[in-house]
């Protein structure tokens, strides 16, 4: 081991104890959330966070909830902090079921209505005297899937029956365009406080490189030229992450070749086999449905050799896929439904143009990964239909 002392440290799931350049926004939340911190909680806070990827949101949010619990436990307050991503999530019920889950309340998981479950777990809380903060991740697939509903039942339903307000929460989104989908009352009860993280730039991304690296890597096994060269890589897109991803993958090659340093050739290599937008976890938890459109977008934009397919193309496509695979191809609806989906994961780019009197043509693009890694990653999990 001559490059990592800690590898872990450079893990998706590690939160850092600090997070460099995100000290004011860490600030915002105490504010925000000041009512519990304080130990006498008397208003219910939420919360947006967004910022486009790898600016560090959820970090961020992660980071938050451990301070406030320690915080609020030094206050004699029971703080529990219930973490739940939508891109795993899908529903609100089984958003509901992830939070029961965390707090290990055993309640009744059938035959009860969202609404009343939702009651449930507000009483258990009353019971124990607890309080919590629910971070609801990407919630953007959420909302597709549910409208309004889990919106209103998170800030509304709370609201209404809270003589003691038990719950607050962040929310976390990309994209704050996408609540335009909800109806005008929960979308205002949301657009309180909203905390906007920027794109990192170039000197920030070196500092967030040099810190993650010193938690990480053996004193002096990253050369300064390595560093800005990772920071210079990822500025274009200010993303943390595809960041982090070089540098544990460049410390990776360094190591595969025995270096006692990771040099600027070794991040060459690493950069050369990262694709920024696309992670693989993403991939994994893609309704079966979306990995086939996926699959059949890397298709026609090979076959046809283009930077973008229509929309009609695609299903043509994907129609094909599906034989490919025996699979019944769902409604053009369905299939419309998924693109979008697949558009707020940032994984596929949907563009509409205007073509005069013809009308309007839908473009799709796929432009953070190259369509051969694509299809060698969702082989395997296409031909596992579990997943
Ligand atoms: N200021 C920072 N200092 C140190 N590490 C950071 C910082 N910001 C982000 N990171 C790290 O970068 C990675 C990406 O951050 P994070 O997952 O929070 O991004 P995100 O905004 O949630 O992205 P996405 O929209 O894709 O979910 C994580 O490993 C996180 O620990
Ligand atoms: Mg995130």
Redesign the pocket.
Known sequence: MRIFKDEEK???E???Q?????ENELNMLKTFFSSILSGSPSISTRVIIT????????????LFCQKAVSEASRKGLDLKTLYVNSRISKTTFSVLRKLIEQLRARLPERGLSNEELFHRFLDYLDYKGSYAIIVL??VEVLLREEGSEPFYLFTRVGEERMKIPRISIIF?L?NLEILDMLDQSTRSSLLGNIIY?KE?DFN?LY??VK??ASLAFRPDALEEDSISMIADLASERG???Y??DILWRAGKYAEAESSNKVTPEHVRKAAASVYPTI?REHLEYLEYDSKLILFALAKALELEKSAYVTSSKLNEYYRMVCEEFEIEPKSYTSFWGALQRLDDL?IIRIKVISEGSRGRKTYISLPGIPTAILRKELEPLLHNRQL
């Open positions: 450079l893990s998706p590690y939160v850092p600090e997070l460099p350049h995100r910022g486009s990827v790898g600016t560090g949101k959820s970090a961020l949010a992660k991740d990407e976390i990309r993280l990192y920030q500092d967030i810190y993650r993303d943390a992450r960041a982090l992670r940032g």
